[in-house]
């Protein structure tokens, strides 16, 4: 049974950088791919980045590209999302997850509420909250 846990949450002004840990335990072997999620009070749950743990490919939430980066470091079975320019309306609490392939061997699903539903191990969150 594999295991996530999250740490690096925190406050921080907007413009500010944070940089979120997923460390996993447990077999995971199975779970190709590795996603970051969100979720904002009243708001529904949005992926925000994946990483496909075997090509590295990532894909990222348009409201995010260019400031966010998802990494893993095998040596650590840990995965990392940098994130940058922080702005207020990033505030969320952020969630590792880990599943496997959507829509082919060499994708993930996650974004735009799309194959969401192949993530089945979860952390269990870390505040961010951003402040103008």
């Known amino acids: 049974q594999a295991q996530l846990v999250e740490s690096g949450g925190g406050s921080v002004q907007a413009g500010g950088s944070l940089r979120l840990s997923c460390a996993a335990s447990?077999?995971?072997?199975?779970?190709?791919?590795m996603a970051w999620f969100r979720q904002a009070p009243g708001k529904r749950r949005e992926g925000v980045a994946t990483?496909?743990?075997?090509?590295?490919?990532?894909n990222y939430a348009d409201s995010v590209k260019g400031r966010f980066t998802i990494s893993r470091d095998d040596t650590k079975n840990t995965v990392y999302l940098q994130m940058n320019s922080l702005k207020p309306e990033d505030s969320a609490m952020y969630y590792c997850a880990a599943g496997t392939t959507y829509g082919g061997v060499w994708s993930c699903g996650g974004l735009s509420g799309v194959g969401e539903y192949t993530y089945n191990y979860w952390g269990q969150g870390t505040q961010v909250t951003v402040s103008s």
């Open positions: 990483i496909h743990t075997d090509i590295r490919s990532t």
């Open positions: 447990g077999y995971t072997g199975s779970s190709k791919c």
